[in-house]
């Protein structure tokens, strides 16, 4: 259940957007409306819907008791107060391992925005941003998340997606948990199971897309879309040639890049250096979905004059097919109006 209620004239916004634009491309709300609220509790969640976001994004990791949580790192430290409610948890690192932790005990947690400890007091990563400890917020499921989407597509009619990441998938095997496993599970339970359903799923590692596309989803009995995450070339390189494309369509059907991976940072307004990125991954069939798109103060590149300027760049100039941002209502306004 939601903890604070939802303001009615936002959740009147759901009935102006679109749940497509016209040109075809879509808005992914990056850990939600994360650019106005915590990133990644539902009441995030519910304002990404409400400001007509095509896709919501839920990072996933799993506890001790083999729940799939909606975080974005594998530790709690940096969006939680589990230093506060369990002092003494942490590993030889300092870090607090959401793995060693149960559902109950996540559930005493409180959620905030990002942030890390300046000379021992909490300073948020994004200052202009929903105030660090206002509110109460908590951390959800994987379930509770899919339901509210899907509870809403039920009352507006709307059929909004989700957009899951499967964070860490060799930290989870070396701790002895299938977490990709877990998630084709619960996709294939709610039923998200064919290549149409409203769902990308999408993991920074290779080898587990490998394992994902050949043996967990045919076990399963599904076939949903996939998508490699791209941070840089390092990681990679082969999949950046045309070779390299043809081969990962063979699991995937999409990539999810970096922005600067699209059009290089050191560009100057009026003289774009775009990469071949995007023609190179559409002519192996596979769609892009470049993140993450911010408006907040020191995020634009120099080459874009404002916000609608970078989303003209990325979405038409280069011709990506979504993006993953902070700010939907900004995206969707910019597609409405484009």
Request: proline share 5%.
């Amino acid at each position: 259940m939601l903890r604070i209620p939802l303001f009615s004239g936002l959740l009147l916004m759901l009935f102006s957007a679109s749940v497509y634009s016209q040109s075809g491309k879509i808005v992914i709300a990056h850990r939600g409306a994360s650019g106005y609220l915590p990133e990644h509790t539902l009441e995030a969640k519910a304002m990404a819907y409400a400001m007509g976001a095509h896709y919501i994004e839920q990072d996933l990791v799993m506890t001790r008791d083999g729940s799939l949580i909606v975080l974005h790192d594998i530790t709690l430290d940096r969006t939680t107060d589990v230093a506060d409610k369990f002092p003494g948890r942490a590993r030889a690192d300092g870090r607090f391992y959401a793995i060693d932790f149960d559902l109950g005990e996540i559930r005493q947690l409180q959620a905030t925005g990002g942030f890390r400890l300046v000379d021992g007091e909490p300073q948020a990563g994004f200052p202009n941003r929903f105030p660090l400890g206002k509110s109460e917020f908590g951390v959800s499921t994987f379930e509770e998340e899919i339901e509210l989407v899907q509870g809403l597509n039920h009352s507006t009619g709307r059929d909004v997606g989700i957009y899951p990441e499967i964070k860490q998938p060799e930290f989870h095997r070396s701790e002895g948990r299938d977490i990709s496993s877990a998630v084709v599970e619960v996709l294939k339970r709610y039923g998200y199971t064919e290549k149409f359903s409203k769902v990308f799923l999408q993991t920074f590692s290779y080898p587990e897309l490998e394992i994902i596309s050949s043996e967990i989803m045919p076990a399963a009995g599904i076939d949903i879309r996939l998508i490699q995450l791209l941070r840089d070339r390092d990681a990679y390189p082969w999949m950046f040639d045309d070779e390299g494309m043809r081969i990962l369509a063979e699991h995937a059907d999409g990539i999810g890049p970096a922005h600067p991976l699209i059009i290089d940072p050191e560009s100057a307004a009026g003289d774009l250096r775009i990469s071949a990125l995007v023609e190179r991954a559409h002519a192996a069939g596979l769609d892009v979905h470049p993140y993450t798109f911010r408006a907040d103060p020191g995020q634009l590149p120099a080459y874009a004059e404002n916000f609608d300027d970078l989303l003209e760049q990325h979405f038409f100039t280069a011709g990506v097919d979504g993006l993953f941002t902070d700010f939907p209502d900004l995206a969707v306004q910019f597609l409405q109006a484009r």
